[in-house]
């Protein structure tokens, strides 16, 4: 057994599992986009919309406080969503790396 041999291999795992993890939590992150895009389906801009009765007694929906509502929801997803892109590219950037340090150690082992 050659002196070091051992450890590339325990080296080239361990990489290998942060690979893993990095794309597990990329994995979460389309989860959250997903949650995100049901959270803003139908039955949610329903329970946005403010109706209030008019002098008459019917249910009037009062335009410009919906509209605040729906701009207060829009305004907090964008902030999620570029937070969560900002994310996605960062992790993204990290499995490359991490893929090209695998490859260059695969042929290190393999030499």
Avoid: C, W
């Amino acid at each position: 057994m050659e002196r070091g041999i051992s450890g590339s291999k325990a080296r080239l795992e361990a990489i290998q599992f942060k690979i893993k993890k990095k794309e597990e939590y990329l994995k979460i992150l389309e989860e959250r986009k997903s949650k995100i895009q049901t959270e803003t389906s139908h039955e949610k801009f329903e329970e946005l919309i403010i109706k209030e009765p008019d002098f008459l007694g019917f249910q009037r929906m009062k335009t410009e406080k919906t509209l605040m509502n729906m701009e207060k929801i829009f305004k907090a997803q964008k902030v999620q969503l570029l937070k969560n892109k900002t994310d996605l590219e960062a992790k993204t950037k990290q499995i490359a790396e991490f893929s090209t340090k695998n490859e260059s150690l695969k042929k290190e082992v393999q030499f």
